[in-house]
């Protein structure tokens, strides 16, 4: 039997109009991932923000290798050896990899850059110390994250939907890391809502709901379907049942646009597609083959070099933002925090952002009365709608911003990784809700990082390579199919 790491004890935390967390135990032993699973705002990340010293909770103790502590700071944490990479990253992007990671500590710039390469190397995190941090992509960025934590020789490493963010092979990696990592006796808390990943790399799973702990089963005693149906408290359905779709008239048309890149490059080199009116196109494809910029072009957030945007047959090539909202194209982007949401803003009035009226005034009534209709439909938790967005959890900062997408009314959605963030329960929704909108005749470009929600929601798929559409095919997932669609990725023909 290991020992115990770290242990938790009665944990109670309230915030103004929620108990978030309610007399939680948990326990990490030594060498072992210990995953905490539940629903959007079940109170996993606060748990780890009293553990990693960003909060303090109301009741309850924190052992550490059995002794009692009062972790006062994240500072004071990591020097215990509690270290954290949170949901949203904390690094300074004007600062270069070595500088981020020495903040704090009084090493010598070159013992720095040489431990970092030794680390590196242990623990195949690739970096490139002289980087800066802003021009990293978010696995590089993550992988600083992780190497700092070890860099300041943490025991307990808590990962906070790490994978969230990540390219298959970049989880891959991340794994690797982390079993290395746990044969050096280090305790690894890991937060996820994919439920394979969880069963691939957990010795044991906490489940929380409503901030109390549902149950702690060992490796052995949980399968895929008793932890979503211990999450939500009943069965969850996975594959949606729908019925074959019946495209209607054109609704857009890419044809042969080339596009650049922020950094320059040919992202779009070519594309060209069309979706009909209630019909659902997938794009898979290897991250950073053009899906980014393809959604960009066809909301009007990225120039078009060359060719033409057709939307019901108007041309709609680099017109503005709003002309393409007006139009009746929305928009879910892959990164909630920077262009969807305005964290300072009330739920309400973010629901309420992005709408076509032409009316200039609103009263309070009208935004809160809306509101209110969002956050019962989409079952948002908040305490209220004048709640600040940036008070949510992960998931449920999502979910406002498809409700408020949703509620547009439009002929167009592009959703890219739609449920990134999302548990079991809310993605089930998100899915039926697109569904729904296919069914009333919304054309739906999905682009999506998972070929199982391509497969569960597409009547196309195309396999977007090098910025260009290589192939389609259908949304099958034989062996056959999913190899044809993995070498299409890859940029071989078939
Ligand atoms: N700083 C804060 N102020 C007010 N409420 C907060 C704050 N932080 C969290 N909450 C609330 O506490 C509850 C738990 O949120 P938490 O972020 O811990 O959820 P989570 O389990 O991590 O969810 P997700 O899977 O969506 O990330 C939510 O209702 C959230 O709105
Ligand atoms: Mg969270």
Not at 16 to 28: E, S
Not at 398 to 411: C, G, H, N, Y
Request: aromatic residues 6%.
């Amino acid at each position: 039997m290991s020992s115990t790491l770290l242990e938790v004890r009665g944990i109670v935390k309230r915030f103004p109009g929620v108990l978030a967390l309610d007399g939680v135990n948990f326990d990490l032993r030594e060498g072992e991932v210990h995953t905490l699973l539940g629903e959007n705002g079940a109170g996993k990340t606060t748990l780890m923000n009293i553990i990693f010293g960003l909060y303090r909770a109301d009741e309850g103790e924190i052992l550490f290798k059995g002794k009692r502590v009062h972790i006062r700071s994240p500072y004071h944490a990591l020097q215990l050896g509690i270290g954290m990479v949170q949901q949203h990253f904390t690094l300074v992007p004007s600062f270069t990899v070595a500088e981020n990671i020495a903040l704090g500590t009084r090493d010598t710039p070159s013992r720095v850059a040489a431990k970092i390469r030794g680390i590196s190397e242990e623990y195949g995190l690739e970096v490139d110390p002289h980087a800066k941090v802003w021009q990293l992509s978010v696995g590089e960025r993550q992988r600083v994250e992780i190497i700092k934590l070890l860099y300041a020789g943490a025991r307990v490493v808590i990962l906070d939907e790490p994978t969230a963010v990540l390219t298959p092979q970049e989880t891959e990696a991340l794994f690797k890391a982390v079993r290395k990592m746990t044969s050096r006796g280090t305790g690894v808390i890991f937060i996820s809502h994919k439920l394979n990943e969880v069963m691939e790399i957990s010795s044991r799973v906490t489940v929380l709901r409503k901030g109390k702990v549902i149950g702690t089963l060992e490796r052995g005693e949980f399968d895929q379907n008793k932890l979503a149906r211990m999450m939500v408290g009943r069965e969850v359905v996975m594959e949606i049942e729908r019925e074959k779709a019946r495209p209607g008239e054109l609704v857009i048309k890419v044809e042969d646009v080339h596009a650049r890149s922020d950094k320059g490059h040919i992202a779009l080199n070519g594309i060209s597609l069309e979706i009909r009116a209630g019909e659902i196109l997938g794009i898979a494809g290897v991250a950073g083959n053009g899906q980014r910029e393809l959604a960009e072009v066809i909301t009007g957030l990225r120039r078009v070099e060359s060719g033409k945007i057709e939307f019901l047959g108007k041309d709609l090539t680099n017109t503005s933002v709003i002309d393409r909202i007006l139009a009746g194209i929305a928009y879910i982007p892959q990164d909630r925090k920077g262009i969807a949401l305005s964290p300072n803003l009330s739920v309400a009035e973010n629901l309420f952002l992005r709408r076509k009226e032409k009316k200039v005034w609103f009263n309070k009534r009208e935004i809160f009365g809306h509101a209110r209709r969002y956050i019962e439909e989409y079952k948002i938790k908040t305490p209220s709608p004048a709640t600040a967005v940036k008070y949510l959890s992960g998931g449920n900062m999502q979910k406002v911003v498809i409700a408020r997408e949703f509620s547009l009314d439009p002929r167009l959605i592009i959703a890219v990784h739609p449920t990134r963030g999302l548990d079991v329960a809310s993605m089930e929704f998100v899915y039926r809700s697109l569904i729904k909108a296919r069914d009333k005749g919304v054309a739906i470009l999905l682009l999506a990082g998972e070929l199982y929600e391509i497969f569960n929601l597409s009547d196309r798929v195309g396999v977007i390579y090098e910025g260009k559409i290589v192939g389609y095919t259908t949304p099958d997932p034989t062996p056959e199919n999913i190899e044809k669609i993995g070498l299409m990725m890859a940029g071989v023909a078939v």
